[in-house]
């Protein structure tokens, strides 16, 4: 069993930046992937970005590819996700998730996770 808490979320303007911090307990996360989601109001919970635990190999998605970087501590057991150049579309909840097993490919759905944090608000104004 994993243990995810999120913290970093909050109130920003349009231009500025957010690092939000996944911070795990409960087991080694050697072989995880580990992802952060977010979701708006009315919207389904989609993808941002994704790293190996073990090697570091980050995926992202289109919409903040060059603007979002994930990255993490391995002795901090903790995932980050830094946020620049935000915009209010990039308003949301996010999520961190933890998926137990490696994948060869880019895990971008919702079921291929097995562990959630409660999520984090994050809101940007114009």
């Known amino acids: 069993q994993v243990q995810l808490v999120e913290s970093g979320g909050g109130l920003v303007q349009a231009g500025g930046s957010l690092r939000l911090s996944c911070a795990a307990s409960?087991?080694?996360?050697?072989?995880?992937?580990m992802g952060w989601f977010r979701q708006a109001p009315g919207k389904e919970r989609e993808l941002v970005a994704h790293?190996?635990?073990?090697?570091?190999?980050?995926f992202y998605a289109n919409s903040v590819k060059g603007r979002f970087t994930c990255s993490r501590d391995n002795a901090k057991n903790t995932v980050y996700l830094q946020m620049n150049s935000l915009t209010p579309e990039d308003t949301a909840v996010y999520f961190c998730?933890?998926?137990?097993?490696?994948?060869?490919?880019?895990?971008?759905?919702?079921?291929?996770?097995?562990?959630w944090g409660q999520g984090t608000q994050v809101t940007v104004s114009s």
């Open positions: 790293i190996t635990w073990s090697g570091g190999t980050t």
């Open positions: 998730a933890a998926r137990p097993r490696p994948s060869i490919s880019p895990v971008t759905t919702v079921a291929g996770y097995d562990y």
């Open positions: 409960g087991r080694t996360l050697s072989g995880y992937v």
